[in-house]
C-alpha cells in the first residue's frame, strides 16, 4: 500500500513538473493588428499605433511621427514577442500579408 502511493505521488509530481516545463515554451501570446504575429512583427502599427516594425528579429523600431504619441503598450509586446515570433518564416501569400483575409 506504501509504495503504491509512493508510486501515485512520483506520477502525479512528475506531470506537472513535465507541464510545467512545456508551458514555459511555444506559449502564444495575442498581439496587435488583429492579431496577426506576422503582421504585427514586419509592420507594426503605423496607422493606429504610430509606430513601424524595423526589424522584428531584433525588435527595433521607429516612431512614425515623433510629434503624436506612440502606443508604448503595443511597442513592448514587439520588443518580446517578435523576436520569437519571426523564425516561423515568410509570408508566402499574395499581397504583403497586411490585406489577407481583410486589410489590418
Do not use: K
Not at 521607429?62 to 514587439?78: A, G, K, L, M, R
Not at 523564425?87 to 483575409?101: C, D, I, L, Y
Amino acid at each position: 500500500m506504501l509504495a503504491r502511493n509512493f508510486i501515485l505521488v512520483l506520477v502525479l509530481a512528475l506531470g506537472v513538473a513535465t507541464s510545467a516545463f512545456a508551458s514555459d515554451e511555444g506559449t502564444y501570446e495575442v498581439v496587435g493588428r488583429s492579431n496577426d504575429p506576422f503582421v504585427f512583427c514586419t509592420y507594426g502599427d503605423p496607422l493606429w499605433g504610430n509606430w513601424a516594425a524595423i526589424d522584428g528579429l531584433l525588435g527595433i523600431w521607429t516612431i512614425v511621427d515623433p510629434e503624436e504619441p506612440y502606443n508604448e503598450e503595443e511597442v513592448s509586446e514587439f520588443m518580446r514577442v517578435c523576436p520569437q515570433a519571426l523564425g516561423a518564416g515568410a509570408w508566402t501569400g499574395p499581397g504583403t500579408g497586411q490585406e489577407t483575409p481583410s486589410l489590418h
